[in-house]
């Protein structure tokens, strides 16, 4: 990482509006009910800095949830590929870590050997600005996972920033974050006393966490536990199958392709959307579906992001964020489930 720098809340302000100007900046804002959510800004005014968490995380910019692949013209015989967008360079201000490392992660999948166009273009057209946290969310555990409170990637992101009495440490983390920290105005270099209360400051965030995972061969553990009772007593007790706790996850990639073809048969859209492996007919091949009972597929769902991701992509799936349980109707917690196999991994089911 480059020098880092210090820049007053005043002035922090004054940047942000001068990059409003130059990107489509998208920062975290009050919602109703108490929520915070990342939206477009104009000046720095509705950002809410201290906000805790959202429920969808910034991946929606970079990856929607619908987006235009290509059209077909039968009658010319043509095919035009959509634009990915951003229709404008646009900037998320103010990540928190955990949610830059879902960045990271999904960048494995689309980014990989099969590098995908349009998350590409819009990955590319995406400056990165990251907030350490300060505090622990309530239902966060990003310490557990590795990927919080304070930002452990050393590429990837473009600028890395922390809140100090009332200051901020400005940090790059590529040659273009350098260039965006060098716009901001009164900056001061940054002596080693800060750099020291920064360290200090990470120490007593990781020290406010009340959720916990323990991760020390935790996938192993999954991979030979594919039968425990777990999975079946929470999916009939507890587990709806509304796909809530996918759809918010930040690191969910998979998607559907769906054609539309005009009343005659001329045009033809093609379009991806999310998928959720919660739901019954994501299974559905030509010949039944492989994942019937609802307790496979939230088997699959923790299994995938805390056992097979690590196979799959080296890392885990899950950044510890703790959406999919805060936002689960019945509150379903992938980590009392884990912890519940860590505790009796031989347990039978009970028959009665
Ligand atoms: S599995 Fe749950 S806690 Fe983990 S990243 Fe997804 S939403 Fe967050
Ligand atoms: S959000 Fe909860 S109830 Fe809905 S599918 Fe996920 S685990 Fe089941």
């Given at each position: 990482?480059?020098?880092?720098?210090?820049?007053?809340?005043?002035?922090?302000?004054?940047?942000?509006?001068?990059?409003?100007?130059?990107?489509?900046?998208?920062?975290?804002?009050?919602?109703?009910?108490?929520?915070?959510?990342?939206?477009?800004?104009?000046?720095?005014?509705?950002?809410?800095?201290?906000?805790?968490?959202?429920?969808?995380?910034?991946?929606?910019?970079?990856?929607?949830?619908?987006?235009?692949?290509?059209?077909?013209?039968?009658?010319?015989?043509?095919?035009?590929?959509?634009?990915?967008?951003?229709?404008?360079?646009?900037?998320?201000?103010?990540?928190?870590?955990?949610?830059?490392?879902?960045?990271?992660?999904?960048?494995?999948?689309?980014?990989?050997?099969?590098?995908?166009?349009?998350?590409?273009?819009?990955?590319?057209?995406?400056?990165?600005?990251?907030?350490?946290?300060?505090?622990?969310?309530?239902?966060?555990?990003?310490?557990?996972?590795?990927?919080?409170?304070?930002?452990?990637?050393?590429?990837?992101?473009?600028?890395?920033?922390?809140?100090?009495?009332?200051?901020?440490?400005?940090?790059?983390?590529?040659?273009?974050?350098?260039?965006?920290?060098?716009?901001?105005?009164?900056?001061?270099?940054?002596?080693?006393?800060?750099?020291?209360?920064?360290?200090?400051?990470?120490?007593?965030?990781?020290?406010?966490?009340?959720?916990?995972?323990?991760?020390?061969?935790?996938?192993?553990?999954?991979?030979?536990?594919?039968?425990?009772?777990?999975?079946?007593?929470?999916?009939?007790?507890?587990?709806?199958?509304?796909?809530?706790?996918?759809?918010?996850c930040p690191t969910c990639f998979c998607y559907k392709m769906v054609d539309r073809v005009d009343f005659e048969a001329k045009i033809v859209e093609r379009s991806r959307h999310?998928?959720?492996?919660?739901?019954?007919?994501?299974?559905?091949?030509?010949?039944?579906?492989?994942?019937?009972?609802?307790?496979?597929?939230?088997?699959?769902?923790?299994?995938?992001?805390?056992?097979?991701?690590?196979?799959?992509?080296?890392?885990?799936?899950?950044?510890?964020c703790g959406r999919c349980m805060t936002w689960c109707p019945t509150g379903i917690d992938i980590t009392e489930m884990a912890k519940e196999i860590q505790r009796a991994p031989?347990?039978?089911?009970?028959?009665?």
């Amino acid at each position: 990482m480059s020098t880092s720098h210090s820049i007053s809340a005043d002035n922090l302000c004054r940047w942000v509006d001068s990059l409003a100007g130059r990107f489509q900046v998208l920062g975290p804002v009050a919602a109703k009910r108490g929520q915070n959510v990342f939206a477009p800004i104009d000046n720095s005014a509705p950002l809410a800095l201290d906000y805790c968490t959202t429920m969808l995380g910034p991946r929606f910019f970079i990856y929607p949830s619908v987006q235009r692949l290509c059209k077909i013209d039968r009658e010319t015989n043509t095919y035009m590929a959509a634009d990915p967008g951003p229709a404008r360079t646009q900037l998320i201000f103010a990540i928190h870590p955990c949610d830059m490392h879902a960045i990271s992660v999904l960048d494995r999948t689309f980014l990989g050997p099969n590098k995908d166009f349009y998350y590409a273009k819009r990955r590319q057209e995406t400056y990165t600005v990251v907030l350490n946290c300060s505090r622990a969310c309530d239902q966060g555990f990003c310490a557990s996972m590795g990927t919080g409170p304070f930002l452990r990637l050393t590429e990837g992101f473009d600028v890395v920033m922390t809140a100090l009495d009332g200051e901020y440490l400005l940090e790059a983390g590529s040659p273009r974050g350098q260039e965006l920290i060098e716009t901001a105005p009164g900056l001061q270099k940054t002596g080693r006393m800060r750099l020291y209360e920064k360290s200090r400051l990470e120490q007593q965030a990781a020290a406010s966490f009340t959720k916990s995972l323990e991760t020390e061969g935790l996938p192993e553990l999954l991979m030979r536990t594919f039968e425990h009772p777990v999975y079946k007593e929470v999916a009939d007790a507890r587990c709806l199958g509304c796909s809530n706790c996918v759809l918010v996850c930040p690191t969910c990639f998979c998607y559907k392709m769906v054609d539309r073809v005009d009343f005659e048969a001329k045009i033809v859209e093609r379009s991806r959307h999310w998928d959720a492996c919660q739901d019954y007919w994501f299974a559905e091949v030509h010949d039944g579906n492989f994942r019937q009972p609802q307790q496979a597929r939230l088997r699959q769902f923790m299994t995938h992001k805390l056992c097979t991701w690590v196979e799959q992509y080296g890392c885990f799936g899950c950044i510890g964020c703790g959406r999919c349980m805060t936002w689960c109707p019945t509150g379903i917690d992938i980590t009392e489930m884990a912890k519940e196999i860590q505790r009796a991994p031989t347990r039978q089911l009970e028959l009665g």
